[in-house]
């Protein structure tokens, strides 16, 4: 039986066309499209195919507002520092408790160099507090970035409502789209967001490209200097095939925009209510009602995720989870724990990630598979009896050193 | 993935010794929620002969926290207490064919666990002293809290010098801006700041009393060596006994130098690298190769010793890289 992959957040499979849409460019096309002989433009008239591909899937108003870069890190930092460069005089910074990595350990590091991070807080259910928000919408903010949707729970965030606020205050708005790009409609030329960044392999393109939108007319400084290319906004020779690779990618994306929303989200839904239905104990984390088609993240309460990973892995089913233990840090998911789910839930969170290449028959193979797996790690369970949680079992089991 | 040994994942996959201990007459419950991991070892121990006759585990924990349990319970098995107690996390590691720096802690639980079990059997209070910071060096397993301890104690200024005396930093060097940035806390505690160009004390030629007393490398007679590297090690101990430990010069064969690990060094999961710390130093001070033994070796002498005489300057280069950071 092939393995089933269910941890497309993490990162998804290159779609064939798209692969077959970069080959040429390797062997045949593999010019630098800023050259002035013949092996050169046939590169260039494909990148700028790609960018009015990668337009057309974020509803931009012009080509010349795609910037191509390295990856969604690079565009997230770009951002931000550009609007750092931009307004000197600016020492706050808005986001949230809840971002990526990407944005919340350089706005850490900024904060060491004397900025003031203002991370708004979410609720139960991820949720954030719009008044909270207004009130930090200062000039001495330089940037606002909130992601789109959370990569953990999928939880879908205000960020056109947000950005109306921001612009209205006169400040920059950046999002974290990786995630939300591909699975929920984006038009950005009817919103006020000034900064999007997209990740390649987050939609069926590969590795190593993404894109920073940045809206005509925003105020903006380059992280890197060098060459002209992008206009200047991003030096650097194009990495040709990923970005034609990536065109095709938001080609394909818009093309199965309904049936991320129709199909997949009908599997996700199959696979949720079929574990729910099966394992107590257990419970979905984040805004259940509004969040990402294709995600699904549930709390295992008492036991912990990185066992269940292993012994799914060991059935070929492939997920991830907010356990400390699974990215060898000393705490659960930040997500987790902003959410305030307790730490015998946090630790034994998991995460199903779903694409449109997952079928009905995979979904039901892992709805099997599920709860044995929970059932045998709760018999290890400390905190588990004959067939239920033990009595207080904060009292029951207190080790030393908690 | 981590990249775990087979030995792992076949304890894992079929973990020995699961479950509660009916008649169990001691339990240890350990661990840390915040971490994820958690442990409750009970033990069925003889109360005539002191033999553990048997040892379960329940563990809310990770793949390895569940091995390493597994491989406890193996271990101590059988074995009388004091025997039992001797059991160190590095003996749980190898028994398990070693596990990932981040998981090294998983044993550290497993062998408090057994402290614990004990402790309750024989009706004492067992405290624990272990505190555990965010991991830094993930070359040698150095977490913060270590770090911030060692240059407390020790009034440490640089990188190079955490790299001395923790091994910290001493591997792949990626750590060092994390190693900056304790040294940069600590020291603004005692309202230093922290200079990255200041001159690491090991670099400096303090003038050690030993290398007054005793001519550097060379033709030592036999007493002379033996008397000189006694100084040394008499030089190390004070550092040692900050931590409640100690190290005894038992036996010098040739190039193999036998001590003995006592006091919170005896059983402690950074002996090894306490060992390899001495000998270092050792070898720098006396200008020869030379290797470092626990005296409880001493009747299964290495497989491969050095020729007697090998050279000086013939420490490994990674090893010398290693020391100096």
Redesign the interface.
Known sequence: MADIYLDNNATTACDAKVVEAMLPYFLEQFGNPSSMHSFGSGVGRALSKARKQVQALLGAEHDSEIIFTSCGTESDNTAILSALKCFPNRKEIITTAVEHPAVLALCTQLEKEGYTIHRLAVDGKGRLDLDEYKKLLTPNVAIVSVMWANNETGTLFPVLEMAELAHAADIQFHTDAVQAVGKVPIDLKNSNIDMLSVSGHKLHAPKGIGVLYLKRGVRFRPLFRGGHQERGRRAGTENAASVIGLGQACELAQEHIECENVQVKALRDRLEQGILAQVPNCFVTGDADHRLPNTCNIAFEYIEGESILMLLNKQGIAASSGSACTSGSLEPSHVMRAMGIPYTAAHGTIRFSLSRYNTQAEIDRVVAAVPPIIADLRKMSPYWGENGPVEEPGKAFAPVYA | ?WDYSEKV?EH??N?RN??ALPDANGVG????????????LSIKVNPETEVIEAAT??????????ASSSALTEIIKGLPLDEALKVSNQDIADYLDGL?P??MHCSVMGR?ALQ?AVANYRGVE?K?D??????ICKCFAVDAVMIEETIRANNLRTVQDVAHYTKAGGGCAACHEGIEEVLTRVLAEQGITFDPEAVSKVDQPEPLPIAATIKPAGKLTTVQRIHRIEQIIDSIRPNLRMDGGDCELVEVDGNIIYVNMVGACAGCGMAAMTIGGIQQRLMEELGEFIRVIPAEHMQHPHPNPLPRGEGAQRAPVEQRRAAHG
């Open positions: 993935m994942k894992f996959y973990p699961v479950g419950d350990v661990g840390s929620l915040n971490c994820g991991d958690a442990l409750r585990f329940q563990t809310f924990g990770c793949g390895s926290a569940i990932p981040e998981k408090e614990a067992w624990d272990h505190e555990e910071g965010a991991l």
